[in-house]
């Protein structure tokens, strides 16, 4: 309204003498912005005058016959919009807050729903650690036990062969002193005590035991399979 004034008040050249307009418009009186010493009594409601506020003068002329109505009707009407925009928007306001609460209570499940899910997951693989740990156990007891096995057998070969070495070595030193000499009695004596018979320890076969990258993965599904 305040807008459709300024224009009226540019459309008319004013006078020198004429006051600024901020003093027209004061909190319940205003002069006419066309008959500028005129108090405004209604407000014109013809559609092309826009709500303009008018004087005795322009009802009697450029109004005539236009519908008016009193400064207070269309204040209290104006009010009555002006409320229910304020009371729509402090709904709406309301609705938005809300709306962030929402969210934000969304935000906090979802927060927690994935520390949980981790949690989960986490607690889930630890066992799936656990398990494989049991199963790689499992697997590596069956080829412990041959290797043990065998490594106890070469052992048991060397053991035989160094008791053989020791053996034949003492009888060694004392065949050496007897063939220092040429004591013919002696010697005939000598050799009639040598008893050692050399005794040959056969090798071992020498097969490594090996595990194919096959049978290693056929003894996981397996083991996994079976842990389950
Ligand atoms: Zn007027
Ligand atoms: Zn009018």
């Known amino acids: ?64 016959g236009h519908k008016m109505a009193t400064i207070g009707e269309v204040g209290r009407m ?19 807050k809300r709306k962030i609460e929402i969210i934000n209570g969304m935000q906090l499940a979802d927060d927690m729903k994935q520390k949980e899910l981790r949690q989960l997951m986490e607690t889930q693989g630890q066992r799936m650690h656990e398990t494989v740990d049991k199963v790689i156990a499992h ?50 004596e000598d050799e009639k005590k040598l008893t050692t018979t050399r005794k040959v320890e056969d090798l071992p076969e020498d097969i490594t035991l090996g595990v194919t990258a096959e049978e290693v993965n056929n003894n996981l599904v397996e083991g996994i399979l079976s842990a389950l």
Not at 34 to 52: G, L, P, Y
Not at 149 to 174: A, M
Request: hydrophobic residues 35%; glycine residues 0%.
């Open 1 to 64: 309204m305040i807008h459709a004034i300024s224009a009226q008040v540019q459309s008319v050249a004013p006078p020198a003498d004429r006051p600024e307009q901020k003093e027209l418009i004061t909190s319940d009186i205003m002069k006419c912005s066309v008959h500028a010493d005129k108090t405004v009594i209604m407000v014109c409601r013809a559609q092309q005058c826009e709500s303009c506020f008018v004087c005795v003068l322009c009802i009697a002329g450029s109004h005539n």
């Open 78 to 96: 104006a009010k009555k919009r002006l409320q229910d925009t304020f009371t729509a928007n402090d709904k709406y306001l309301d609705d938005q």
């Open 139 to 188: 697997m590596i007891s069956h080829y412990d036990f041959k290797y043990e096995r065998r490594l106890k057998e070469l052992d048991c070969t060397k053991h035989l062969i160094r008791e053989d070495i020791t053996r034949v070595q003492s009888s060694q030193d004392s065949l050496e002193q007897t063939l220092e000499t040429d004591d013919w009695l002696q010697i005939v």
